[in-house]
């Protein structure tokens, strides 16, 4: 039962008494307003944009008398009544959950708003680690702020050198504590992004200018947010009257924690725990209500603020040239300007962008042969030849939008797999079959495959298996019965490839959205999808997607920055 039927029922056994005193015509509305909005990922909702969004549902005569009817409802509290559904506090309409949460989230970050104290001086430690000749200011700026405040938060676009800048900030720590055992912990939302953010780290670790016994100290091993803090079905192994003790927690890809799994984690954590938010806000947000580190951004740009001084912002693109023409498009979406993004992209001349209205199978195939040409090479367990067919599937990927409709991600695969059958490059006769690339699509612990894995079919002796890129880069392979829940993979949404990289990508928009896939095509998306690309972005769509899309920013109402 959804928060929305069970507040109808208890709002229905309120006003049923004495139904003369509730003038259920503006409330009900106003109910319905705030689930939809609620639905879409706002944790809150504004009176003044209540007003605007009912204005043709409610007769003028209504849409009067509606601030008055939130403020004498008793559907509404000020938040003060635990068992009123619905509160209204500085202008925001909530559910009481999410007033809960914003509210505790706020005074959780505010605490942590401390000043680091060391005996030893940071700036010669910060200086050695930062060689001004190999470093850019900015994360050097990132490196201060962290090594001088108990609460920071790093973002920056993709490739823009965050975890290499927080491998040199941990280092740098563990010197200033001067302790024989600093506990540091590493998480991420999701497995694959925790296991993104391990094999980052242990490459960071081993370009460090510092001592073994230094390295020792930074972990390299990175974990959920949910299993870290031991998060079951409806509560937490680790909360305020068990906390996790840790000294140094790292959160990465911070944009796509929710508000209530952000209130779980800060909530797990001692009040002293040092906490570094590493992300990137102009990527796609939580799937779940909230916008937590977009909040965290714009409060902490705020002189009136308390967090004014823990932000850092990296904008230096290790992974594309800032005037290629991958760097000059991801600028113009993220800027919101669609005639410059639209002029790059389709009437300029930049050998790594290409552009089709119509889609091509047969184009987007196309890099797809070099790795199925190496599966077919593969006859044993030699290692050399399984890194080689990874890697040559990790080169090149097709991302889409959504997963259903004509450019989604299950037709797109059907026709991809149809195509390459034709050519004989695959024979899918049955569930797996050699060449199937294939993502996971659940965690398995034992298996230690996360969700958002990739993986490849393979034949090893005479029969099929599943090939993994294991520790050391080095393949494993899994018996394809032991799999967990996984998905054909020439094709993935563009929310699955958050994080991730390729050699090239190309983005496939839908020409005619449904109104149910509208919401989905953002300014983040696009963002996203392009952002994967270091060489060579293809887009696949209209000027009208493109512009739409562009324009289409995604806003989450919330209080956050305003508690902030």
Known sequence: MTDHTITCQLLNRMIEPNIATENWPIIRPLIDLLHSMSLEGHTSLPLSAARQLLSESLTSQWQRALDEEVINSRAISSGQNPHCPIVFDNGYLYWQRYHHLEVTIAESLLSRVNPLEFEKSTDPVIDRLFNPNNAHERQIDAARIATSQQLSIIVGGPGTGKTTTVAKILASLVELYD????????LAPTGKAAARLAESMRHQIDQLDVSNDVKAQIPTEAKTIHRAIGLGRHKARFHANNPLLTDIVVVDEASMIDAGLMLKLLKALPAKTQLIFLGDANQLASVEAGSVLADLCLASQSPNSRLFGCLAELTHSYRFNDNS?????????????????????FNESHPELIHYTDLDIAALCTPYFDYL????????????PLIEALSHFSQWRILAATRDGDAGVHALTERIEAYLAERQSIVPSSEHYRGRPLMVLENDYNQNLFNGDIGIIVEVDGRLMACFEGENNQPRLVLPSRLPKVETAYVMTIHKSQGSEFEGCAVVLPDAPTEAQKSLLTRELLFTGLTRAKKRFVYVGTKKSLRYSIMNKTQRFSGLTARL
Request: no cysteine.
């Open 179 to 186: 302790r024989t055992s600093l506990d540091i912990l590493m």
């Open 325 to 345: 023409g991958i760097g000059r498009l991801a600028s113009a979406i993220k800027q919101d300007n669609p005639d410059d993004a639209e002029l790059i992209l």
């Open 373 to 384: 040409d190496t599966v077919a090479s593969i006859v044993t367990d030699a290692p050399q």
